[in-house]
């Protein structure tokens, strides 16, 4: 299944933000790399870090987010949304099915 962390920032908590900031990028290269997070960066503002993952259910996926740096270290709040994702990309591009193959691909 799909879903949509949103993680908001903490204005309070900006300072340590910036200071965790490398820590909080391999986290998210290294769940890139396992196939578990298919886009993530932050929204224009800067509110927001998003990113869409693939996970068992909604349980396993709250407990990946919840391992991100920043959300263990309290410097950003999480959201964690189901997705009912039904196209990717171009719709005579690959399918939802066979970008889930793509991510799970090692």
């Not at 869409?52 to 407990?63: F, T, Y």
């Amino acid at each position: 299944m799909w879903y949509i962390v949103m993680s908001r920032s903490l204005p309070e908590k900006d300072e340590d933000k910036q200071r965790n900031y490398e820590e909080h990028r391999h986290w998210l290269d290294d769940q890139h790399r396992a196939g578990r997070l298919l886009f993530s960066g932050p929204t224009t503002d800067g509110r927001y870090g998003v990113y869409v993952m693939l996970a068992a259910d909604l349980d396993e996926a709250k407990s990946i987010a919840a391992q991100d740096p920043h959300h263990v270290r309290g410097i950003r709040a999480m959201e964690v949304l189901e997705w009912r994702a039904h196209r990717a990309f171009r719709l005579d591009g690959p399918s939802i099915a066979e970008v889930e193959k793509i991510a799970k691909a090692e």
